[in-house]
């Protein structure tokens, strides 16, 4: 989770001057969304519908992922 998290602030301070950072940061908000859900729905015991949540987490970041670096990215420092 660590690294998760870190890659996480990384790819966010990248993306901040990135052309297609909205896009990015819907993408990465919605996949935060579903992985609440996930977390709702594994707390209610309903295994299935977690897992089908925390799945469309990760479709929903590399999906974000493919988007940001699609387009140009400024490597000078925010």
Known sequence: ?????????????MAYTA????????FTLLGIV???????????KDYWKSTYSHMMLHVLANVGNIVLYSGYISTAPV
């Open 19 to 26: 052309e297609y950072a909205n896009i990015y940061y819907s």
């Open 1 to 13: 989770m660590a690294v998760v998290k870190t890659a996480l602030l990384y790819q966010n301070y």
């Open 34 to 44: 579903s992985y609440l859900v996930g977390i709702h729905y594994h707390n209610k």
